[in-house]
Nanobody, 132 residues
Framework: QVQLVESGGGSVQAGGSLRLSCAAS????????MGWSRQIPGQEREGVAA????????EYNDSVKGRFTISRDNANNTLYLQIDNLKPEDTAMYYC?????????????????????????WGQGIQVTVSS
């Protein structure tokens, strides 16, 4: 089991940047698909960026490519989401999520499958508000 705590949200003007952080604790030695999803009130949660802690390329929702960058600090068990050129339509609650991946599953099999709308483990969420 892994616990996730997000930080770094807030209110910014359009065109600005934010970096969201997700601190993981608990069973951080296992491999996970980890990602960021967001939810606008009245809409379903959608995955925006993800990576596999066992390696491989990052994955992005087409709607955020070029503006969102996901990264991970392995030493500190922290997942980041850098958001540049923020737009009002980025206003949402952002959630960090994690899905365990078995030790025997090859990276090649996991590649391209980590961007999910729903994960097994979730943080509490953090609000991002972008004003025009």
């Amino acid at each position: 089991q892994v616990q996730l705590v997000e930080s770094g949200g807030g209110s910014v003007q359009a065109g600005g940047s934010l970096r969201l952080s997700c601190a993981a604790s608990g069973n951080t030695h296992s491999r996970y698909c980890m990602g960021w999803s967001r939810q606008i009130p009245g809409q379903e949660r959608e995955g925006v960026a993800a990576l596999f802690t066992g390696g491989g390329s990052s994955e992005y929702n087409d709607s955020v490519k070029g503006r969102f960058t996901i990264s991970r600090d392995n030493a500190n068990n922290t997942l980041y989401l850098q958001i540049d050129n923020l737009k009002p339509e980025d206003t949402a609650m952002y959630y960090c999520g994690a899905d365990p991946v078995g030790d025997s599953v090859p990276v090649s099999v996991v590649a391209g499958t980590c961007l999910l709308d729903e994960y097994t483990y979730w943080g509490q969420g953090i609000q991002v508000t972008v004003s025009s």
